[in-house]
């Protein structure tokens, strides 16, 4: 399959575009996953709102901490404000954070008898979880495939890829769910936000090293 520069992609050649592109970033990273560490629901939704502006590295660094501290919802719920700004400051944006997780917490303690809700609907209603937070829990934690995690990276590749022109998280999320077989919906994110990280980078991609560059319509080789 050849790139195609100044052509876009339509129906049935971008869906199989975009099955090819799933099928080369699978060889290439077969491993993929999030690369938040975790071991309930509960650990990972703390993780993925602390990771918002902070990579996941310093957010890995911050959490075996939180976590022994606070092993349950109502453990949070009841953290000083002080104690928990000054455990996630180094994650940036510490104030919001902890307001997000002190509401994140309560309504789980009062609505949800403690345990995290397992659907889109009911997640997204916490305080601090937007949809690309509630997918990464769903998907990652509960086995849940409702939609696909856009962050920066998905976004960005779904455009370099010819994927979508579209900017708007959800907007992005749409496209991939029409372009993308729903058992892969987990996946592809990861395998997106690997290719984003490692090869597909913002300011200087390599596209010298990239399985895609020959059917990628941004390749600059």
Not at 59 to 85: G, Q
Not at 89 to 118: Q, Y
Not at 129 to 143: D, F, I, S
Request: hydrophobic share 40%.
């Amino acid at each position: 399959m050849a790139k195609r520069k100044g052509r876009k992609l339509r129906g049935a050649e971008l869906k199989a575009h975009a099955l090819e592109v799933l099928a080369r970033l699978k060889r290439e990273y077969p491993n993929a996953r999030t690369e938040l560490d975790f071991e309930t629901p509960l650990q990972l939704l703390i993780a993925t709102i602390l990771s918002a502006q902070c990579t996941d590295k310093r957010v890995n660094m911050v959490t075996p901490e939180l976590f022994r501290t606070f092993p349950s919802a109502r453990d949070l719920a009841c953290a000083e404000v002080e104690r928990l700004e000054e455990m996630i400051r180094s994650t940036g944006f510490f104030r919001n954070k902890t307001k997000s997780l002190l509401g994140m917490s309560a309504a789980i303690v009062e609505r949800h008898a403690g345990e995290v809700p397992r659907t889109m609907a009911e997640l997204v209603l916490l305080p601090g979880v937007g949809r690309k937070t509630a997918n990464v829990v769903l998907g990652n934690a509960l086995g849940v495939s409702e939609g696909v995690v856009v962050d920066t990276h998905i976004g960005r590749l779904s455009i370099r890829l010819g994927f979508t022109n579209e900017t708007d998280p959800v907007k992005v999320e749409q496209v991939l769910m029409r372009l993308i077989p729903r058992e892969d919906w987990v996946k592809i994110a990861h395998l997106l936000i690997f290719h984003g990280r490692r090869v597909c980078v913002a300011r200087a991609p390599r596209c010298g090293d990239c399985v895609l560059n020959d059917i990628c319509p941004s390749s600059r080789v």
